[in-house]
């Protein structure tokens, strides 16, 4: 298993681009989280998904648009990249049932500057 | 008052020494708990999950106060590689089990 993979790995954008930043997941999770964290601070989650076909907004969503059409992948598009998105981004999956979820895995995460 | 709570420290140890970290949680209907590490620059990572009954792995012990909403992890025996950022994350039930994490708590173990 290669768990959740993430990619790029870093990525350099200019103010006003767009691009995806991809995840997939190959241990059949149904949830599936996109955080990011400024340095020295706290992971906030931007969107999430509890299977394909279903998104919702997280703690800080504007700027950023998901989709999910499989259970595998769940990438992240940036519209209109602005220096605020300079973060690093982290995916993450977990497995849930029965009204329990159990634990995240995450990807190596990217690192995006945007200048 | 936020949804987790964690003291940021950082948490200054010598090698060798045990220390402990609590966590305190605003939602009474909360039903997982876990302890993530997270190293600089790199990916949170599953340390141990916190059941009700309290639960030990190696020279880590977790631990669940339902009535008094806290968890806490307890470290004996530090060593420098123990040197990192501890993360609690508290999980709801129910139709979508909201995840919260904490900012986490720093502990440098010092030689």
């Known amino acids: 298993n290669a768990g959740v993979t993430q990619t790029p790995k870093f990525r350099i954008l200019k103010i006003g681009q767009s691009m995806t930043l991809q995840c997939t997941q190959d241990m059949n999770h149904n949830y599936m989280y996109w955080y990011r964290q400024d340095p020295g601070m706290g992971l906030k989650l931007i969107y999430y998904s509890v299977g394909a076909g279903i998104t919702d907004k997280g703690e800080v969503p504007n700027g950023y648009n998901v989709s999910r059409s499989t259970t595998e992948d769940f990438p992240l598009r940036l519209e209109l990249a602005a220096p605020s998105q300079t973060s690093v981004y982290f995916c993450?999956?977990?497995?849930?049932?029965?009204?329990?979820?159990?634990?995240?895995?995450f990807g190596p995460g990217t690192r995006l500057t945007v200048t | 008052r936020k949804e987790v709570e964690q003291d940021p420290g950082p948490f200054n140890v010598p090698e060798g020494a045990t220390v402990a970290f609590n966590c305190t949680y605003s939602?009474?209907?909360?039903?997982?708990f876990f302890w993530y590490r997270q190293d600089c620059r790199k990916e949170p990572k599953l340390l141990m999950s916190v059941y009700s009954s309290g639960n030990e792995d190696g020279r880590f012990t977790a631990q669940l106060n339902r009535a008094s909403q806290y968890i806490s992890l307890l470290i004996r025996d530090s060593k420098l590689s123990d040197s990192a950022t501890y993360l609690c994350v508290v999980s709801s039930s129910g139709g979508y089990q909201k995840v919260t994490f904490g900012t986490g708590t720093k502990l440098q173990v010092i030689p």
């Open positions: 939602n009474s209907a909360s039903q997982s």
């Open positions: 993450a999956s977990s497995y849930s049932s029965g009204g329990l979820s159990y634990e995240q895995y």
